[in-house]
């Protein structure tokens, strides 16, 4: 516990951390949810193919709300962000269980619903990692980065398992109206703390984007990334048709969250964490890992093997958020990081929707092969680049090795 003490003990970060625990939960929850949702509204010749819609409704639409509505959102500081995004998350998700409940429910306004509570993610997520870099330490951005990713990976394990019981008594809606209960705790933690947090500076809608284009690190750094998620993007897709129920697809989940909780607390006691090296070696171990789920292993073997993953899976949000945070000022975070959200949120549902006809036509067990072995192929790429093309160390303090002046200033 000691490196996340003082993250914890913070009088403004530490004060948002019960709202975040609590919707990551919901969002563990919704995991199972969302695609068992979609399994059961959509037409049965055509399931994979709207288990992917759905899931990319779930997050695409945040990319064109990073750039459409930056005229609306820039100027305000993180905490005012991730509270807009946890307030809209919170009432259309609400709409969901409501319709369901009504008998209004179809797979159309499902993904409608899904793709409008969005619209805000990009400057929501923005908003949760500007905060740590406005309010905490550059030393202590690891640790609270390492704590944000245990919060989400700790309620993969928690999360699923209660969705797959609520799922059996209640039916996937519930699972969304409690989900979206925590959305609307978690706006009001955010929106509490919103006085005690400095306004940045405004900037350019283009100013995110721009900012990555000048800096070499973060070029590479979104490449890796994009690839990595994109080829993530099938494996949701394909989970809930390996999986034989509900309750199988909440363990195969709860499995890969506990290996990640493991990963999330180990990464948080090693401040000094080296972090291309942890980012690059994270996306080779996953891809290595994710190749035995399709051999046809007795389950306990799917369950272990997801476990190792989570565990390999768990330093790469930490260790490319840090990195953002060491080269980026953090009073030009929160378009930076809202430009990097609309990019990679993009990847995730790509893959998702290109690995649909893949899933429907060779197989889930088929397609988690191929997204494993292209995941190490993409890890190996990566370290043999980053051998012939070595890029400017940061240090701890956001300025690059032997400079004095700030990146990106």
Same mark, same amino acid.
């Given at each position: 516990?000691?490196?996340? $003490? ?7 970060? !530490? ?28 037409? =049965?010749? =055509? ?29 305000? +500081? ?29 797979? !159309? ?13 990009? $400057?929501? +997520? ?7 870099? =406005? ?33 059996? *008594? ?35 809608? +283009? ?68 972090? *291309? ?22 389950? $306990? ?20 958020? +840090? ?36 899933? =429907? ?17 993409? !890890? ?30």
């Amino acid at each position: 516990m000691p490196p996340y $003490w003082p993250v914890v003990r913070n009088r403004v970060f !530490g004060r948002v951390l019960p709202g975040l625990a609590l919707s990551a939960l919901g969002d563990g929850m919704s995991a199972v949810a969302i695609g068992w949702l979609a399994l059961q509204c959509a037409p =049965q010749h =055509q399931r994979g193919l709207w288990i992917g819609l759905a899931i990319a409704a779930y997050t695409l639409p945040g990319a064109a709300g990073a750039v459409l509505l930056a005229p609306l959102l820039r100027g305000r +500081s993180g905490a005012h962000l991730a509270a807009l995004d946890a307030a809209l998350r919170a009432v259309l998700l609400g709409a969901v269980p409501v319709l369901a409940w009504l008998g209004a429910l179809t797979i !159309g306004r499902y993904t409608a619903l899904l793709a409008a509570s969005a619209l805000l993610s990009a $400057w929501g +997520s923005a908003g949760r990692y500007t905060l740590v870099a =406005q309010v905490l330490p550059a030393e202590l951005h690891v640790p609270a980065n390492a704590l944000l990713t245990l919060i989400t990976e700790a309620a993969t394990v928690a999360g699923p398992l209660l969705a797959g019981l609520l799922i059996g *008594w209640l039916g996937a809606p519930a699972v969304l109206a409690a989900d979206a209960v925590t959305f609307a705790v978690l706006a009001v933690s955010f929106a509490l703390v919103r006085a005690r947090v400095p306004l940045p500076r405004r900037e350019q809608r +283009s100013a995110g984007f721009a900012a990555i284009r000048r800096d070499r690190r973060l070029v590479a750094l979104m490449t890796l990334s994009f690839w990595f998620f994109l080829l993530f993007g099938p494996v949701p897709v394909a989970i809930p048709l390996f999986a034989s129920s509900a309750q199988d697809v909440g363990l195969l989940y709860t499995s890969f969250g506990v290996g990640a909780v493991i990963g999330a607390i180990a990464t948080g006691h090693l401040p000094r964490l080296p972090l *291309w090296p942890a980012a690059i070696g994270s996306v080779l171990a996953f891809g290595l890992l994710l190749l035995p789920l399709g051999l046809g292993l007795p389950r $306990w073997a799917d369950l272990l093997t997801l476990a190792l993953a989570g565990l390999a899976w768990a330093p790469y949000p930490t260790a490319s958020m +840090s990195i953002f945070q060491r080269v980026v000022p953090p009073e030009r975070l929160p378009p930076v990081l809202a430009a990097r959200h609309a990019v990679l949120v993009v990847s995730t549902p790509l893959g998702a929707l290109l690995g649909a006809p893949v899933v =429907q036509a060779a197989g889930p067990a088929a397609t988690l092969v191929a997204c494993g072995a292209a995941t190490a192929a993409l !890890g190996l790429v990566a370290v043999v680049v980053r051998l012939l093309r070595p890029l400017p160390r940061e240090r701890s303090d956001g300025r690059k090795a032997g400079g004095c002046t700030p990146a990106m200033r």
